[in-house]
T-cell receptor
Framework: GAVVSQHPSRVICKSGTSVKIECRSL??????MFWYRQFPKQSLMLMAT?????????EQGVEKDKFLINHASLTLSTLTVTSAHPEDSSFYIC???????????FGSGTQLSVL | AQSVTQLGSHVSVSEGALVLLRCNYS??????LFWYVQYPNQGLQLLLK??????LVKGINGFEAEFKKSETSFHLTKPSAHMSDAAEYFC???????????FGQGTRLTINP
């Protein structure tokens, strides 16, 4: 089946630094990618939807200048957490889809810890 | 708009017993419904999905779910629980033609020996 690779799986950074998370579709062209955030023992909250070659659409309450999303190619989307703070510590998961109605494939997630 | 509600944040069953995880949905358009499983520190794996074909959907690992429009439900069942079924389970909904997947709160399934 299709594979989505998310990297890194775990990152620890100092407060004020920026962290980039990569999400790659390995064997299909992902026209749409989604970024989710998951707090411990809670559900996944959609942060933004990105379509290749266009600006991401952010959910209400998500700061677009804080969480920069780039989807420059059909196989790669990146999420950059800028000027990270401890409250940004969370599990971030990406998912990718080839078309609007195709199955979503999820990455394995990135555990971000901001000290 | 679409939403799902999972009844019970934590379900505990004995090994070999029936597993029943409840999910009710709300959707203004015909929905697609999904069940995902998440193991610790991992992403999500699709168990099964309903896309307006058969109302009883069979998935991986012996799980199945039945779409009941009259009850707006999509409960997940497995006849006999296995220790390896211990995980977090998420119900999700997406409107037909929509891109966004909306997740329920999740249900943690614990299997007792």
């Amino acid at each position: 089946g299709a594979v989505v690779s998310q990297h890194p799986s775990r990152v620890i950074c100092k407060s004020g630094t920026s962290v980039k998370i990569e999400c790659r579709s390995l064997d299909f062209q992902a026209t749409t990618m989604f970024w989710y955030r998951q707090f411990p023992k809670q559900s996944l909250m959609l942060m933004a939807t990105s379509n290749e070659g266009s600006k991401a659409t952010y959910e209400q309450g998500v700061e677009k200048d804080k969480f920069l999303i780039n989807h420059a190619s059909l196989t790669l989307s990146t999420l950059t957490v800028t000027s990270a703070h401890p409250e940004d510590s969370s599990f971030y998961i990406c998912s990718a889809s080839g078309t609007p109605n195709e199955k979503l494939f999820f990455g394995s997630g990135t555990q971000l810890s901001v000290l | 708009a679409q939403s799902v509600t999972q009844l019970g944040s934590h379900v505990s069953v004995s090994e070999g017993a029936l597993v029943l995880l409840r999910c009710n949905y709300s959707s203004s358009v015909p929905p697609y419904l999904f069940w995902y499983v998440q193991y610790p520190n991992q992403g999500l794996q699709l168990l099964l999905k309903y896309t307006s074909a058969a109302t009883l959907v069979k998935g991986i690992n012996g799980f199945e779910a039945e779409f009941k429009k009259s009850e707006t439900s999509f409960h997940l069942t497995k006849p006999s629980a296995h220790m390896s079924d211990a995980a977090e389970y998420f119900c999700a909904v997406r409107g037909q033609g929509a891109q966004k997947l909306v997740f329920g709160q999740g249900t943690r399934l614990t299997i007792n020996p």
